[in-house]
């Protein structure tokens, strides 16, 4: 079965600096796909990055980027320019190509961008 | 804007009675699914769809059962609430679409309480 570890319960930083936050995973599966998504206080799931198991290229979306190293079996979020907005609860999820298709999710992470 | 939807958005229950948690979605997608997500877990699987009339298990599938008559709705019914059952439900969808194509679309979740 797959897991997601996210070790980091909280982190701080300062508004206009990077962050990076940390997700591990673990599967035998060759085959898959890895998710951040944000979660403001109002509660909903927002999706900000995919990375899947056979792209060459690590994902970026605006500020978000996906540090994926695939032998550490790490997929770690980098936000660059921290703004007072980005603080959320993250969660880093993985999801298998074939079977049912649904998400692992971590723990999360919940940020606080600070002025 | 995936087009899911969730009622209630909140129910306050009693311990003992059933609740019926509705998702509905406007597009015709095959993949449905409901998580749970509690402090600390993030989000787990309750139960998943992959057809009309098509279910099966997801990790936390004890004292809740599915049913999915028409494609768009998918309905996660709570026979007999407990207090363990109090929760923030999410349905997601799954569109299996080019490009993102593992990506999952959240409705904006129903807080439940079971007093």
């Known amino acids: 079965a797959q897991k997601i570890t996210q070790t980091q319960p909280g982190m701080f930083v300062q508004e206009k600096e990077a962050v990076t936050l940390d997700c591990t995973y673990d599967?035998?599966?060759?085959?898959?796909?890895l998710f951040w998504y944000k979660q403001p206080s109002s509660g909903e799931m927002i999706f900000l990055i995919y990375q899947g198991s056979y792209d060459q290229q690590n994902a970026t979306e605006g500020r978000y980027s996906l540090n994926f190293q695939k032998a550490r079996k790490s997929a770690n979020l980098v936000i660059s320019a921290s703004q007072l907005g980005d603080s959320a609860m993250y969660f880093c999820a993985m999801i298998l190509d074939t079977g049912r298709r649904a998400l692992t999710f971590g723990s999360g992470t919940r940020l606080q961008v600070q002025p | 804007d995936a087009g899911i939807t969730q009622s209630p958005r909140h129910k306050v229950t009693e311990t003992g009675t059933p609740v019926t948690l509705r998702c509905h979605q406007t597009e015709n997608h095959r993949y449905m699914y409901w998580y749970r997500q509690d402090p600390g877990h993030g989000l787990r699987l309750i139960h998943y769809?992959?057809?009309?009339?098509?279910?099966d298990k997801g990790e936390v599938s004890d004292g809740y059962s599915v049913s999915r008559s028409k494609t768009e709705d998918f309905l996660l019914t709570l026979e007999s609430a407990t207090s363990s059952q109090t929760s923030v439900y999410f349905c997601?969808?799954?569109?299996?679409?080019?490009?993102?194509?593992?990506?999952?679309?959240f409705g904006p979740g129903t807080r439940l309480t079971v007093l």
């Open positions: 769809s992959y057809g009309v009339k098509d279910t």
């Open positions: 599967t035998s599966d060759p085959s898959y796909g």
């Open positions: 997601a969808i799954s569109p299996l679409t080019s490009g993102r194509r593992n990506e999952q679309f």
